[in-house]
Antibody, heavy 120, light 108 residues
Framework: QVQLQESGPGLVKPSETLSLTCTVSGGSISRYYWSWIRQPAGKGLEWIGR???????NYNPSLKSRVTMSVDTSKNQFSLKLRSVTAADMAVYYC??????????????WGQGTLVTVSS | DIQLTQSPSTLSASVGDRVTITCRASQRISSWLAWYQQKPGKAPKLLIY???SLESGVPSRFSGSGSGTEFTLTISSLQPDDFATYYCQHYKSYSLWTFGQGTKVEIK
């Protein structure tokens, strides 16, 4: 079955750029939407944005000015960059598969998540 | 943005109990609603999509209902493995997709 795995630095300095990659195994990345979702410690879930395999993106308006997502179909990977991070960006970051429809996404499966700490 | 409000925030129940969690949307979202289960240190797991469709492999004791603005997740007979936090999420088109604040199901 399809499995997702996040990777990237667990520690980012304030004002720098958070960069994460999600590797998809057990299936093709093609023809699905792929999302990033985050969860601060002890808090709820926040959808960050999604990318289709053509490179088309949708972002959460509250993060849009700082977010860039990209996809590499040859590697079955997609990536997240979040610029100018602050302590408010500390969270567990999850990647997840959405649907093949542009209308709307529920998420399944999810990666295991990766904790990103923002500290100097 | 469409706000989702779950109730209760915490629920204490015993094994075998019937449990119901409510999710209310601030606007009509048709049936564009999913439910997830999350255990400590783990990623959320999809239980229900399109308000009432059971994801493959999810036990049949889980069920979802509702449309418009009010939705429920029911566990017909609570099992030890079901103690977790549950989240609803809407995915209405042309809207920011948001999650409810979560309902923690604890052992009574």
């Amino acid at each position: 079955q399809v499995q997702l795995q996040e990777s990237g630095p667990g520690l980012v300095k304030p004002s720098e750029t958070l960069s994460l990659t999600c590797t998809v195994s057990g299936g093709s990345i093609s023809r699905y939407y792929w999302s990033w979702i985050r969860q601060p410690a002890g808090k709820g879930l926040e959808w960050i944005g999604r990318i289709y395999t053509t490179g088309s993106t949708n972002y959460n308006p509250s993060l849009k000015s700082r977010v860039t997502m990209s996809v590499d179909t040859s590697k079955n990977q997609f990536s997240l960059k979040l610029r100018s991070v602050t302590a408010a960006d500390m969270a567990v970051y999850y990647c997840a598969r959405g649907s093949s429809s542009p209308i709307g996404d529920y998420f399944h499966p999810w990666g295991q998540g990766t904790l990103v700490t923002v500290s100097s | 943005d469409i706000q989702l409000t779950q109730s209760p925030s915490t629920l204490s129940a015993s094994v075998g109990d019937r449990v119901t969690i409510t999710c209310r949307a601030s606007q009509r979202i048709s049936s564009w609603l999913a439910w997830y289960q999350q255990k400590p240190g783990k990623a959320p797991k999809l239980l229900i999509y399109d308000a009432s469709s059971l994801e493959s492999g999810v036990p049949s004791r889980f069920s979802g209902s509702g449309s418009g603005t009010e939705f429920t997740l029911t566990i017909s007979s609570l099992q030890p493995d079901d103690f977790a936090t549950y989240y609803c999420q809407h995915y209405k088109s042309y809207s920011l997709w948001t999650f409810g604040q979560g309902t923690k199901v604890e052992i009574k």
